[in-house]
């Protein structure tokens, strides 16, 4: 870059021609008359040319003066303005998050509950995604399900996921209550489209050779599944994490526990690009809630 006259120099210009007077924008600068004629008298000697013709108790511009002072003015305020938005940016107390459906809905609302009993004063928005993410830069923040074998080095894992088999509390298989895994092979199944190996490591896990993976109801949302055995259509396996709302509110229940971990899971896809505080803040909640999650 060329070398440029200082700031400095060129706001006590701007302030002087303004006044046409060095002793006024002195007062505006909140620095001397000395120090704003030495200013102007330096921006002289930098461009080669006089910019005020002095007079005994005022100052009036040259050519040179009249012809320069409208770029010089408009420079500062860009600058002026530039800085602002910059100075706002930095402490706007906003923070945007996108989230598949099914954990928004499930998860992240008691998390953004507890975050905000602690810092009220961060806007949060909440962008629920289906399949693929949001545009890019959209987000703050960026909850993903993804396959484990699917994971990049810009992604950190929530927790590790477990699966779950679950009914409504009155569901019936051959008019028994389902207790055993192994009436899994006779009850009407529900499918998360694009999961099939939530039922294929239930059907592996439990020895399982007559799952029927081909027939029952399909969705391609989580919760919409959910709702479907809540109303006794069938049983759904899913992330426990999913599942975890629904049962404690008595919607559905667990038959019976097992230890799984489920293919896909959730992580934060991390920004590669300045975080401000507040996106910091929660970002770090998120990982404190996660936590819980997994002790």
């Known amino acids: 870059m060329m070398n440029l006259p200082h700031l400095t120099f060129l706001r006590s210009f701007e302030a002087a021609a303004r006044h046409l007077n060095f002793t006024s924008a002195a007062v505006e600068l909140n620095c001397t008359q000395s120090a ?12 080669g040319r006089p910019l005020f013709v002095r007079h005994a108790r005022s100052l009036s511009l040259t050519d040179v003066g009249e012809a320069y002072l409208p770029s010089v003015r408009h420079a500062l305020q860009e600058i002026d303005v530039a800085t602002q938005s910059v100075i706002q940016h930095s402490h706007a107390r906003k923070v945007v998050v996108s989230c598949p459906i099914s954990l928004s809905e499930n998860w992240l609302p008691d998390v953004i509950r507890e975050f905000n009993a602690v810092h009220p004063d961060i806007d949060l928005t909440v962008h629920g995604t289906v399949w693929t ?51 899994l092979q006779d009850a009407p199944l529900i499918h998360i489209l694009g999961r ?63 230890d799984l971990e489920s293919p896909w899971t959730y992580f934060v ?5 300045p975080i401000t505080p507040p996106v910091r803040l929660f970002q770090d909640w998120l990982f404190k809630a996660a936590a819980n999650m997994s002790a």
């Open 196 to 258: 099939p190996a939530y039922w294929e490591r239930v059907a592996l896990h439990f020895g399982l050779t007559n799952l029927n993976q081909k027939e029952g109801l399909r969705t391609n949302a989580s919760n919409l599944a959910m709702e479907m055995a809540a109303k006794s259509l069938g049983c759904v396996a899913l992330p426990r994490s999913l599942a975890n709302s629904y049962v404690q509110r008595g919607l559905l229940i667990e038959p019976f526990k097992f």
């Open 269 to 273: 896809q991390l920004k590669d690009k």
């Open 36 to 47: 704003v004629s030495n200013h102007v008298r330096s921006l002289e000697e930098f461009i």
């Open 133 to 183: 993410d949001v545009e890019p830069n959209v987000s703050d923040i960026s909850l993903t399900i993804n396959h484990v074998d699917d994971v990049t080095a810009d992604m950190k894992r929530l927790w590790v996921e477990k699966l779950a088999v679950v009914c409504a509390p009155g569901f019936l298989v051959d008019g028994a209550p389902l207790t055993d895994p192994r009436q």
